[in-house]
């Protein structure tokens, strides 16, 4: 079975600053790796998938992610965070075989600072 | 072009009532994905239908809870004889097709709560 893992609930970070998000996932084969972003009152927004190829993957609104299989992370990351990326942040995993099922982690919301 | 919509926006219900949350996909998207995500949680999958069919219901709670999907378009969850475990947020999701890299674009979803 799969299953995802982020590590920290709640984050803070200073405007201005650079974020490090983390998700580690557990699944016995290549897996299919997503992030999402949920803002208050909005629904889920894709920032950016992992299929196949370069490990290190840009998305929307300046986030990248890169996929380490040693590690089983895909952790979500930007250089210099804005007022607006206060939000809750998903990570979840699918694969080939599930049809667009995916599962997912509990978030991670992030505060940003003035 | 509009996106997934999800109505009712919020529902209240009391317990031991039926409810029923609606979706509309965005058009042409043939696959349809419902999810609940409980206080504090992350999403947890309860449906999908490729067209009008249903061939995963393996994250259906209970027997409670039931699904259709009519015209490859609307969809509508149900759930019967509602508790008070049933509150939460639930999504919609729909992609082009069931394809696992296929892209999911959420609803605002429905937020029920049974008192």
């Known amino acids: 079975a799969q299953s995802v893992t982020q590590p920290d609930i709640h984050i803070t970070v200073s405007e201005g600053a650079s974020l490090e998000l983390r998700c580690n996932y557990s699944y016995g084969a290549t897996p299919y790796l997503f992030w999402y972003v949920q803002s208050p009152g909005q629904g889920l927004q894709l920032l950016l998938k992992y299929f196949s190829g370069d490990t290190l993957v840009q998305g929307i609104k300046g986030f990248e992610a890169e996929f380490k299989r040693s590690q089983s992370s895909f952790n979500l990351r930007k250089p210099s965070v804005h007022w607006s990326d206060a939000a809750e942040y998903f990570c979840a995993v699918g694969a080939a075989t599930n049809a667009g099922k995916s599962t997912f982690g509990d978030g991670t919301t992030l505060t940003v600072k003035p | 072009g509009a996106g997934v919509s999800q109505s009712p926006s919020n529902k209240v219900t009391e317990k031991g009532k039926d409810v029923e949350l609606r979706c509309d996909p965005i058009?042409?998207?043939?696959?349809l994905y419902w999810y609940r995500q409980s206080l504090g949680q992350g999403l947890e999958f309860l449906i999908y239908f490729q067209g009008n069919s249903a061939p995963d219901k393996s994250g259906l709670p209970s027997d409670r809870f039931s699904a259709e999907r009519t015209g490859g378009s609307v969809s509508t969850l149900t759930i019967q004889r509602t508790q008070q475990e049933d509150s939460a947020v639930y999504l919609c999701a729909s992609s082009l097709s069931r394809g696992s890299t296929d892209t999911q674009y959420f609803g605002p979803g429905t937020r029920l709560t049974v008192l």
């Open positions: 058009s042409g998207h043939t696959a």
